[in-house]
Nanobody, 124 residues
Framework: QVQLVESGGGLVQAGGSLRLSCAPSGRTFSTYAMGWFRQAAGKERDFVAAINWNADTTLYADSVKGRFTISRDNAKNTVYLQMNSLKPEDTAVYYC?????????????????WGQGTQVTVSQ
């Protein structure tokens, strides 16, 4: 059973930075793709970023391109989302997800396991 545990969320002022981490437990994840999604209050969950199994492919939502960076450290079994120049509209619960296929994807349906989410709040 794979469990994904996110950390690093919190409250930050606009223009600030946060780094989210996600560490799958139960098995090594070096052959899996990882993604980050977010859900703001009252809205659907949206794609944020994804990275394939060997980190040679990354995908970003247009709304975060140039501000957010997804990366992974397979030796530490961890994927990161570095979020810079945060805006109030980035406020959401952020979820990491794992895709056994190893191919980065924007589509929720292609992910096999999900974390519980971590809250990110960006104040004015």
């Amino acid at each position: 059973q794979v469990q994904l545990v996110e950390s690093g969320g919190g409250l930050v002022q606009a223009g600030g930075s946060l780094r989210l981490s996600c560490a799958p437990s139960g098995r090594t994840f070096s052959t899996y793709a990882m993604g980050w999604f977010r859900q703001a209050a009252g809205k659907e969950r949206d794609f944020v970023a994804a990275i394939n199994w060997n980190a040679d492919t990354t995908l970003y939502a247009d709304s975060v391109k140039g501000r957010f960076t997804i990366s992974r450290d397979n030796a530490k079994n961890t994927v990161y989302l570095q979020m810079n120049s945060l805006k109030p509209e980035d406020t959401a619960v952020y979820y990491c997800a794992l895709d056994f296929r190893g191919i980065a994807s924007r589509y929720e349906a292609e992910y096999d396991h999900w974390g519980q989410g971590t809250q990110v709040t960006v104040s004015q």
